[in-house]
C-alpha cells in the first residue's frame, strides 16, 4: 500500500520561500510520477506541478512556473517542492500524490498524502 507524507508547509510572508518535502513508501519510487497539487477549501483540488516516473520529467501549472521547482531524491524516495516568491494567493493545503500516469490532474492519481498547510501573508 503507497503511504505519501508531506512536510515543510507553514507561515511566510508574501516573497518568501518554503520547500515542501513528501516522503514515499509502499511502492518503487521511480516507477511511478509524483505530483504536487493544492486545495483551497470549497475549491476543487488542484495540480501544481509533477514528476513523471523513470525520466522525470518535469511539469508545471501556469500560476507557478518561474516560481516552484520539482525535485526528487531516490536514494530518499522523497520528492520536494521548493516554492520562491510566494504570493497570498499561494494559500492552500498542499498534497502529494502518485500517479502511474503523471500529469498535473487528479483523476489518475491512486494515493493522496495528508496534506500540509501553507499560509502566506500580505
Known amino acids: 500500500e503507497a503511504q505519501l507524507v508531506e512536510s515543510g508547509g507553514g507561515l511566510v510572508q508574501a516573497g518568501g520561500s518554503l520547500t515542501l518535502s513528501c516522503v514515499a513508501s509502499?511502492?518503487?519510487?521511480?516507477?511511478?510520477?509524483i505530483g504536487w497539487f493544492r486545495q483551497v477549501a470549497g475549491k476543487e483540488r488542484e495540480g501544481v506541478s509533477c514528476?513523471?516516473?523513470?525520466?522525470?520529467?518535469?511539469d508545471y501549472a501556469d500560476a507557478v512556473k518561474g516560481r516552484f521547482t520539482i525535485s526528487s531524491d531516490s536514494a530518499k524516495n522523497t520528492v520536494y517542492l521548493q516554492m520562491n516568491n510566494l504570493k497570498p494567493e499561494d494559500t492552500a493545503v498542499y498534497y502529494c500524490?502518485?500517479?502511474?500516469?503523471?500529469?498535473?490532474?487528479?483523476?489518475?492519481?491512486?494515493?493522496w498524502g495528508r496534506g500540509t498547510q501553507v499560509t502566506v501573508s500580505s
Open positions: 500524490g502518485v500517479s502511474p500516469f503523471g500529469g498535473t490532474t487528479t483523476d489518475v492519481y491512486v494515493d
Open positions: 509502499g511502492f518503487t519510487f521511480d516507477d511511478y510520477a
Open positions: 514528476l513523471s516516473a523513470i525520466d522525470r520529467d518535469t
